[in-house]
């Protein structure tokens, strides 16, 4: 069973930056590839960004490939997500999920078993 809480979130102008956190319960946390994914009022959840158990693989949705960077800390059982040169369009509730797929194999969203709660990210035009 893994906890997740997300942190971070808020208002930022169009071209700044927000680092979000997602701290993690449980002592399995290390087991697990996590992923972060977002939803845009009236839209479906996306998949933004996911990295491996060891923090050693990671992709991106295009759309922020080299905006934004996944990160890892087992030792504090966090994740992050660094996201600079924020638009209008990144706009959304960012939630980071666990799965215990293999990272290689693009787990889909279906196979991440546990969910945060979510942090409203806002960007200004």
């Known amino acids: 069973q893994v906890q997740l809480v997300e942190s971070g979130g808020g208002l930022v102008q169009a071209g700044g930056s927000l680092r979000l956190s997602c701290a993690a319960s449980?002592?399995?946390?290390?087991?697990?590839?996590m992923g972060w994914f977002r939803q845009a009022p009236g839209k479906e959840r996306q998949f933004v960004a996911a990295?491996?158990?060891?923090?050693?693989?990671?992709y991106y949705t295009d759309s922020v490939k080299g905006r934004f960077t996944i990160s890892r800390d087992n030792a504090k059982n966090t994740v992050y997500l660094q996201m600079n040169s924020l638009k209008p369009e990144d706009t959304a509730v960012y939630y980071c999920?666990?799965?215990?797929?293999?990272?290689?194999?693009?787990?889909?969203?279906?196979?991440?078993?546990?969910w945060g709660q979510g942090t409203q990210v806002t960007v200004s035009s």
């Open positions: 999920a666990a799965t215990n797929w293999d990272l290689e194999n693009r787990p889909p969203r279906s196979s991440y078993d546990y």
């Open positions: 449980g002592r399995t946390f290390s087991r697990y590839a």
């Open positions: 990295i491996s158990w060891s923090g050693g693989s990671t």
